[in-house]
């Protein structure tokens, strides 16, 4: 079982940044994929970014193209957690940002084991 919790949504002006974080539970957080996903309302949830284990001490990272240099997923494992600096912040960033998680990669972008609550960002024009 792994529990969720992010962190770090708010208020920010166009073109500022903001760090959330995504706090997990769980011995073997390491070789879990995690992402970010993000929601506003009456809009589908779509994927921003995720870190998923490919062996070693290598973590292969993949961005959806609308925050593509402008966002950076990272993960602490010894803390259990990752993070999303986000950059360059537009007005349509607006959103709640859920966390995933999944052991098992190819589920992380369809049908994640364990979500968040969310944390809800405001890009203000």
């Known amino acids: 079982q792994v529990q969720l919790v992010e962190s770090g949504g708010g208020l920010v002006q166009a073109g500022g940044s903001l760090r959330l974080s995504c706090a997990a539970s769980?011995?073997?957080?390491?070789?879990?994929?995690v992402g970010w996903f993000r929601q506003d309302p009456g809009k589908e949830r779509e994927f921003v970014a995720s870190?998923?284990?490919?062996?070693?001490?290598?973590?292969?990272?993949d961005y959806a193209d609308s925050v593509k240099g402008r966002f950076t997923i990272s993960r602490d494992n010894a803390k259990n957690a990752v993070y999303l600096q986000m950059s360059s912040l537009k007005p349509e960033d607006t959103a709640v940002y859920y966390c995933?998680?999944?052991?098992?990669?190819?589920?992380?972008?369809?049908?994640?084991?364990?979500w968040g609550r969310g944390t809800q960002v405001i890009v203000s024009s």
């Open positions: 769980g011995r073997t957080f390491s070789r879990y994929a």
């Open positions: 870190t998923r284990w490919s062996g070693g001490s290598v973590y292969f990272l």
């Open positions: 995933a998680a999944d052991l098992d990669s190819s589920r992380l972008r369809t049908m994640p084991n364990y």
